[in-house]
């Protein structure tokens, strides 16, 4: 709320929009362009990083690869970050169980540093909340000073899946971190066929500052391969419906790099 307070926008219900895992394929990015909205992160490892283009772009920070296909590997050679066949862990749980943090600060170094030189990044956010180990969150945030980007801070970990063992630090972290704290909203988990409720619902939010995250994607051959793509449809045809656009309107929309320029 202070920081809405030092926007002049305090009492009013703000919007930070956000695509997530822009670069994963192409079907992801050409959604992008769809909507025409500005803000989004892109998986630097991802075959389609270099196509995204945009005014707030961010790094979507990737240490896990979930899915049998497409996988992804890393950037840098750091053997705890491989699985046998040379990608990422397919679970956070076997990351956060094997990752040797020089070896995460090397790798996530070079993702900053690679897409540097695709687009100009405004923010950090991480792929499947995979910087959410203590240590490895200290070197989410000092990277994020160190390149004078902003980094996605939720203002509470519930439902995020972090493990009791990590929060009391976790949190101390995160409350001391000097960056906007957002209330974060994800229907990745829920239903493709209530999605239009969900983003009509919004409609009933009270004020604040909230960090809405959506993977839409086209209905194309590649973008149906992907085995989550219901969820990625979902999203897009919501965001395209113009009850939708209705609701979204009502806020005030805010960009990471607006965010950026604040601090």
Do not use: C
């Not at 790798?107 to 695709?118: D, F, H, P, T, W």
């Not at 409350?175 to 909203?185: D, H, I, N, T």
Request: hydrophobic share 40%; glycine share 8%.
């Amino acid at each position: 709320m202070e920081f809405l307070e030092r926007l002049g926008l305090k009492g009013r219900r703000v919007l930070l929009l956000h695509h997530d895992d822009l670069g994963l394929t192409h079907a992801q990015n050409a959604a992008f362009f769809a909507l025409g909205l500005p803000t989004g992160s892109v998986m630097v490892p991802g075959a389609w990083a270099s196509q995204v283009r945009g005014v707030d772009l961010g790094v979507h920070l990737t240490l896990t690869s979930e899915w049998a296909a497409p996988r992804l590997r890393p950037l840098t050679g750091g053997e705890s970050l491989k699985d046998e066949a040379g990608y990422f862990p397919a679970t956070l749980e076997d990351l956060w169980r094997r990752a040797r943090a020089e070896e995460v600060e090397k790798e996530l170094r070079a993702q900053i540093e690679a897409a540097k030189r695709l687009f100009s990044p405004t923010h950090l956010d991480s792929h499947q909340g995979a910087v959410l180990r203590p240590d490895l969150a200290e070197i989410y945030l000092r990277l994020a000073e160190a390149y004078g980007l902003v980094p996605l801070v939720p203002d509470g970990l519930g439902g995020l899946g972090v493990p009791e063992a990590f929060l009391p630090e976790l949190e101390r972290l995160l409350a001391e971190a000097p960056y906007p704290k957002v209330r974060f909203l994800d229907p990745y988990g829920g239903p493709p066929e209530e999605r239009l409720g969900f983003y009509l619902n919004l409609a009933h939010l009270p004020p604040g500052l909230y960090y809405l995250v959506h993977h839409s994607a086209l209905p194309t051959p590649e973008g149906r391969a992907l085995p989550d793509w219901p969820s990625r449809e979902a999203d897009y045809f919501a965001l395209s419906h113009p009850e939708v656009r209705r609701v979204l309107a009502e806020f005030h929309p805010l960009t990471w790099k607006a965010v950026r320029e604040a601090l």
